[in-house]
């Protein structure tokens, strides 16, 4: 188990509302003991504890939440009352295993706390691995915790990086107050990465170079699988798949060619998938600041190489799953400007000329530098402190939240 704690900062108001969702958590709380227990008594009923702790939150939410004497518990979250639900199961659930004591009435004097449950699981995208974090809630870095059933709480500390639970507690210490949050150690964020910034370079070639002087190439199955796609493609260029337009009837080769080639496609497709979460997982274990080019689209589809290596290598796959994992592994992607001549300047001195696609080489006629195109292309990206256009976005935002960001 991993902890989070962070010392809240709260006015008076902020305070006061906090001391009556405590308040609230221990009404329901106890309700739900004595009600419990009081089931308990009449003898006959058999049900399990889960099912009776069901029915009771029904009591609670469509009887009691109606009384006019209790006009006041519908002036807090809901959260706090399904959470306090979902804290008494856990507590009769750990009794009945003899794992702790029959859970007692909760009072003032221990304090004021409660807790929030992420209530509602987001679930990932078609075909997109289940992420712990998904049905998590996602604690930005920065010092305004956004709680689940609550919203913003600003922090005395600083948060460094992003942190996922799916549980949060409130709780006083005198006059101090925390949030805290118990995350299995399976879905803590590598919370350190080994290398602190990375520029990728994507390419035809080489699908990506970084600018430490690795590289990343497409798996040779995705190549041989596209060889064979294209000669398929090739020796069956004449075949028809029929027409009712025209009344042409599809022929049984065509038909099997047809078959034949969507199940290539599909191969294709999955060996590319496989590829790119490996990839993108493995990048954003390392790396924290990863920085990629925006794809220049029109750019690219005026040259027809770099046209087909845009749609067909999944560069936007590839980016997105690294944006979509960023909560998960604390990573932060940053987009570079299109128009900055990552290709046409010298990372060592700055220089800028053109360059052919064709050169593989920058040799540099300001400093003589001779480095590959894509390593200085990498190089430049990871430098390009000034040209980072999501970058730019993101702080605007920042800013009109609040100051201390
Ligand atoms: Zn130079």
């Known amino acids: 188990m991993y902890a989070f704690k962070r010392e809240l900062k709260l006015n008076n108001k902020e305070t006061s509302k906090m001391r009556g969702m405590a308040g609230f958590r221990r009404f329901v709380y106890n309700f739900g003991l004595e009600m419990l227990k009081a ?7 058999k049900a399990s504890d889960s099912f009776r702790l069901n029915e009771i939150k029904k009591v609670f939410t469509n009887h009691v939440m109606t009384l006019p004497e209790y006009a006041w518990t519908r002036k807090y979250p809901s959260l706090i009352y399904q959470s306090a639900f979902q804290d008494l199961a856990d507590a009769i659930a750990r009794w009945r295993k003899g794992l702790a004591k029959f859970p007692v009435l909760a009072s003032k004097k221990k304090g004021d706390k409660f807790t ?8 990932p995208k078609k075909g997109e691995p289940a992420l712990p974090f998904t049905n998590r809630v996602v604690i930005e870095p920065g010092r305004h915790i956004n709680l689940p059933g609550y919203g913003i709480v600003k922090s005395k500390e600083k948060v460094d990086y992003y942190y996922s639970s799916q549980r949060f507690t409130v709780s006083r210490t005198a006059d101090r107050w925390f949030v805290s949050s118990n995350i299995d150690a399976e879905h803590v964020p590598p919370i350190i990465h080994k290398v602190e910034k990375v520029g990728i370079d994507l390419g ?3 699908f990506a170079t970084l ?49 034949e080639l969507g199940r290539k496609h599909s191969k294709i497709a999955n060996v590319r998938k496989d590829f790119l979460h490996k990839t993108t997982t493995k990048i954003s274990k390392k ?10 689209v029109k750019g690219m589809m005026a040259n027809h190489k770099l046209a087909e290596a845009v749609s067909n290598n999944g ?6 799953q690294l944006e979509y994992k960023q909560s998960h592994y604390g990573t932060k992607v940053e987009i570079v400007d299109r128009w900055f001549p990552s290709s046409k300047t010298c ?6 000329q053109d360059m052919k696609l064709s050169e593989r080489v920058f040799n540099c006629g300001g400093c003589q530098v001779s480095i590959p195109r894509d390593l200085n292309a990498a190089i430049n990206l990871k430098n390009a402190d000034n040209h980072l256009a999501a970058f730019k976005e993101k702080k605007s935002i920042k800013r009109s939240r609040g100051k201390d960001l």
């Open 39 to 45: 089931s308990w008594s009449f003898e006959g009923i």
């Open 116 to 123: 929030l449950y992420k209530a509602n699981a987001v679930y």
């Open 204 to 206: 035809v070639a080489t």
């Open 211 to 259: 600018s430490d002087n690795s590289t990343i190439v497409a798996p040779t199955t995705l190549k041989q699988a596209k060889t064979k796609l294209s000669k398929l493609q090739w020796r069956n260029r004449h075949k028809q798949l029929g027409s009712k337009k025209k009344g042409i009837r599809a022929s049984n080769n065509a038909k099997k060619f047809s078959r």
């Open 287 to 296: 790396y924290y600041q990863i920085r990629l080019e925006d794809l220049n």
């Open 315 to 320: 560069f936007y796959e590839f980016r997105r």
């Open 347 to 352: 990372s060592e001195c700055g220089h800028k």
